[in-house]
């Protein structure tokens, strides 16, 4: 169905090529698993599908994509759309109408299609999506989860033969992202569409992929393979693998339900064993409190009488479905949004009535587009800038950063910057002036295995030294890995707050994957497992 | 009545057009508070909830701002008229050659009392255009553009998704800036939020264009380059031509060919174009919405208004022009009074907006 004849692609201001002599092929309806670090080359890879790369890009490509024998080279994107339908990675960036119903259609008016067939497909989008409830919506009032069904349903009803999907579940809570996958798996199975997806959350889709692509960037050659086969040693795995390569597994588990077959004997083995949790300094000393905390949007309550506490040294997950109110509490936490009822006090102070200049000194907050806070155009300037609006001693700044990220280097353009390592430059300019607390939304939206795992390190140690830590964020694995309490948020009010193990466990939607693997034992992660099978009081390691 | 519906966007727009041709016809400041109050009343009960819904009330801020300076140019700089002097402002003596014009000097109401109906009936014209920019939704108003004029459609689409979206970006700049301990307000905060503002608006604007190209849009069937360099020949020789026509129409002493019959050819040639290169489009569209009853209704209701008062200037009628000069209270001709009323009856013959497009209190959206 498409076809890489050795596809090199090179954009016109760089000297390097993205991809090199790539050569794949992919059959007709099977759903492939695209994965690979931030700026591997994924999206050029999946643009390259309909053409966008070079026609819309620019850039040289060399080589030959056929899809379904039609060479891009020859067809532009608007040609091969009865073929190919593109998900962008944000549905709403790519909406051209305002109700769900005629973004459905828009497609096939561009195509052409008779009315009458316009309509019935509609109608079969609408129900094979669940959209029928929401058919004539403003695309707007959408939640994160029905826009990106509305996205797929757009690309759908046209009736491509492959669907390409830039990671469809990154921005979605993990209820909304199963709704996602379902409607995929279901496409593939009953219609016999080819996918092509990329995606960083892995424990969310390596289940449902037949084939795995791993795009390992800077011009090493691309690899092909089974999900099993391409798991056993990629880079980059999901908790469930790690696991599999732990215990040894064979054949790989991909998914939580072959695993917990797999897993009697390391249950057994790990009987009468505790979970080491990380060391919380029990100071007990009160960064937050919010008392009886309200914001409402016009009419709409978007938080309703939230008591929260968060203590030094203790790092808290928000959780909660998409719109629940997790920004708007962390917003409010920095007093910045509209006008509260009820108390905020950090520290005794009240970020809303503090000046520009305290307010740093007292709460930093990581947004959701941490490039929103960059403005200079290289690393120094920036760190030199963050110095002096934290009145702190110069070099203050470029020395945490370099403590964090050693590779950044001074001249660097902030936009040059891995997503990564710009969150890692925006975190140490909000740790300029040492604020007790420290907020972060969504910050491993897009983010790879590696890059996660070094944000937890340095989350961690930061608690170690004292700051207050929340993050709201859908990542159930990084919540198991760092989180000492979780607070959920339901329709702006806290229905659960309590340690990371009782609330997580309790909970199919939150759990993390090796909890459902090894549950009713209280482990969390692998790390977990690992330090307590290398510390089994018994001497034979073995977990086969 | 009949089914909850959008109203073709093209009855809103001959309605409000009706309204306005109507308001342009008097300066009875009774007869023009009458529109805006129709206005006003029919753009409450049918808007929808979307961006351009709100737009009302940026229209009627616009009118008070249109008679204010209408008044103080009609006050401080031009001559005044009448005796009745209320105030007396310094004032200039101006070099005869000026004659005219004039700074500051008496307040006289006569004088006011003309700005002021001249400015509230601008301000009339404005808020009905204003009504017709909140009742009809720009992308279904797109929908019954030819296929030829597609294109320029498009470029209509992409702004009307920049604007909402380039105030949202402020807001969360505005944030980004407090986050940093700046300041939020003041020249130097806009200064410099202007720049990553309008860098994610334009790389949003290329992204929207590569979905919209993604999605086939701008498909051709076959068509010959050189049929289509004859279109565009063709398009641009009749604008070129209706062009001269006008100016032959407006001017006097131009030989009478070079007037209406050059407009109406070159017109004629450009909409030609317009058509024949639509044919080469491959769109369809999805479920246009009907003209039926309703559209009729209302439409005619626009006309009927605009025709009344029209037809009623011009036999004179007491009290379509107010009198400043001597200023004395206006009239209420009955006829006009009758023709505002019926504009009015759109607000009932409209079918009523499906429910999840209804106007209610602010719904915005909540972050994650």
């Not at chain 1, 449902?208 to 089974?226: F, R, T």
């Not at chain 1, 064979?250 to 004997?265: E, I, Y």
């Not at chain 1, 193990?501 to 693997?517: E, H, L, N, T």
């Not at chain 2, 790389?203 to 049929?227: F, H, I, K, N, Q």
Request: aromatic share 4%; net charge negative; glycine share 10%.
């Amino acid at each position: 169905m498409i076809e890489f004849d050795d596809v090199t692609i090179t954009y016109a201001d760089q000297s390097a090529p993205v991809l090199a002599n790539v050569n794949l092929r992919i059959p007709e309806g099977e759903l492939v698993l695209v994965v690979g670090r931030t700026g591997s080359g994924k999206s050029t890879l999946l643009s390259a599908v309909n053409g966008l790369v070079p026609h819309f890009t620019g850039g040289t490509l060399q080589g030959r994509v056929l899809v379904d024998g039609r060479d891009t080279a020859h067809h532009a994107p608007r040609d091969l759309a009865d073929l190919v339908g593109v998900v962008p990675q944000d549905p709403m960036s790519g909406f051209v109408t305002d109700t769900v119903e005629d973004e459905l259609a828009y497609g096939m008016e561009c195509l052409g299609l008779a009315p009458d067939i316009m309509r019935r497909r509609v109608e079969e989008t609408l129900d094979l999506l669940g959209l029928a409830d929401i058919r004539q919506r403003p695309l707007r009032t959408l939640s994160g989860g029905q826009r990106q069904r509305v996205a797929i349903g757009a690309v759908l009803a046209a009736h491509p033969r492959i669907l390409v999907l830039d990671e469809p579940t990154s921005a979605l809570d993990p209820g909304a992202a199963e709704e996602v996958l379902a409607a995929l798996q279901r496409l593939v199975h009953d219609l016999g569409v080819t996918v092509l997806m990329a995606e960083h959350r892995l424990e969310r889709v390596v289940q449902y992929a037949d084939q795995v692509i791993i795009v390992p960037g800077g011009g090493a050659p691309v690899i092909q393979g089974s999900p099993a086969e391409v798991m056993q040693h990629a880079p980059i795995a999901p908790p469930v693998v790690e696991l599999g390569r732990l215990a040894g597994w064979d054949p790989m588990p991909l998914s939580v339900r072959d695993a917990r077959r797999a897993a009697g004997s390391l249950r057994d083995l790990l009987v009468g064993q505790q979970p080491r949790l990380r060391v919380v300094t029990d100071s007990r000393v009160e960064t937050v409190r919010t008392s009886r905390l309200g914001v409402r949007y016009g009419s709409h309550p978007a938080l309703r009488g939230v008591d929260i506490t968060i203590h030094d040294g203790e790092i808290v997950a928000l959780m909660g479905r998409n719109g629940a109110g997790k920004s708007t509490l962390l917003n409010a936490l920095v007093g910045v949004g509209p006008t509260r009822t009820g108390d905020v006090l950090i520290k005794d102070r009240d970020p809303a009535a503090l000046g520009d200049a305290e307010l740093i000194d007292t709460v930093g907050l990581v947004p959701q587009e941490p490039a929103d806070l960059l403005e200079a155009t290289s690393v120094a300037e920036e760190c030199r800038i963050a110095d002096r609006d934290a009145r702190c001693e110069p070099g203050t700044t470029r020395a945490l950063l370099a403590l964090m990220a050693p590779e950044i280097l001074d001249g660097t353009h902030p936009r040059d910057l891995s997503e990564g390592q710009r969150l890692l430059l925006v975190l140490c300019l909000i740790l300029a002036a040492r604020p007790p607390l420290l907020l972060l939304d969504e910050p491993t939206r897009g983010l790879d295995y590696p890059t996660k795992t070094r944000l937890a390190r340095v989350l961690a140690d930061l608690a170690a030294a004292g700051h207050a830590i929340a993050l709201a964020t859908h990542d159930v694995e990084l919540v198991a890995e760092i989180a000492d309490r979780v607070i959920i948020l339901a329709e702006g009010e806290v229905v659960a707050d309590g340690s990371t193990s009782d609330v997580v466990m309790s909970s199919p939607m939150f759990a993390p994957q090796v909890s459902k693997i090894l549950s009713p034992q209280e482990w969390l992660t692998v790390g977990q497992v690992e330090h307590a099978l290398a510390h089994l009081p018994e001497p034979e390691v073995d977990a086969g | 009545m009949g089914d909850a519906r959008w109203l073709h966007p093209g009855a809103w727009w001959i309605w409000a057009l009706g309204m306005a041709a109507a308001a342009s016809r008097t300066t009875n400041p009774l007869l023009l508070i009458a529109l805006i109050a129709v206005a006003a009343l029919v753009v409450q009960a049918r808007r929808p909830d979307a961006p351009w819904g709100r737009s009302f009330r940026f229209f009627l801020q616009l009118g008070l701002i249109v008679i204010v300076v209408r008044m103080a140019v009609q006050v401080l700089l031009v001559s005044s008229v009448g005796t009745t002097t209320i105030l007396d402002l310094p004032g200039i003596t101006l070099p005869e050659w000026l004659a005219g014009i004039r700074i500051g000097g008496d307040v006289r109401l006569e004088s006011l009392l003309m700005g002021f109906y001249d400015g509230l009936r601008l301000a009339t014209i404005l808020i009905c255009i204003g009504a017709a920019n909140s009742l009809a939704s720009p992308t279904r108003l797109l929908k019954s553009v030819p296929a030829g004029l597609y294109e320029l459609g498009v470029s209509i689409v992409v702004a009307l998704t920049f604007t909402p979206q380039l105030v949202a970006d402020v807001e969360r700049l505005k944030t980004a800036r407090r986050l940093r301990g700046r300041r939020t307000t003041g020249p130097r905060a806009i200064a410099a939020a202007a720049i990553p503002v309008l860098e994610g608006a334009l790389e949003r604007s290329v992204t929207l264009a590569a979905a919209m190209d993604s999605r086939g849009y701008g498909r051709r069937g076959p068509e010959s380059a050189r049929r289509r360099r004859g279109t565009t020949g063709l398009l641009l020789l009749g604008l070129v031509a209706a062009c001269i026509g006008t100016y032959g129409l407006v001017s006097a002493g131009s030989p009478a060919l070079m007037g209406l019959p050059l407009l109406v050819l070159g017109l004629g040639s450009a909409v030609g174009a317009v058509v024949w290169s639509g044919r080469s489009q491959v769109r369809t569209r999805y479920r246009p919405d009907p003209w039926s009853l309703p559209e009729w209704l209302v439409s005619a209701a626009g006309v009927t208004v605009a025709g009344i008062f029209t037809v009623a200037a011009w036999s004179g009628t007491s009290g379509m022009v107010a009198s400043f000069d001597p200023p004395t209270w206006p009239s209420l001709p009955l006829a006009a009074l009758v023709g505002v009323a019926i504009a009015a009856t759109a607000a009932v013959t409209a079918p009523p907006l499906p429910r999840s497009m209804r106007m209610q209190r602010e719904l915005v959206e909540v972050g994650a």
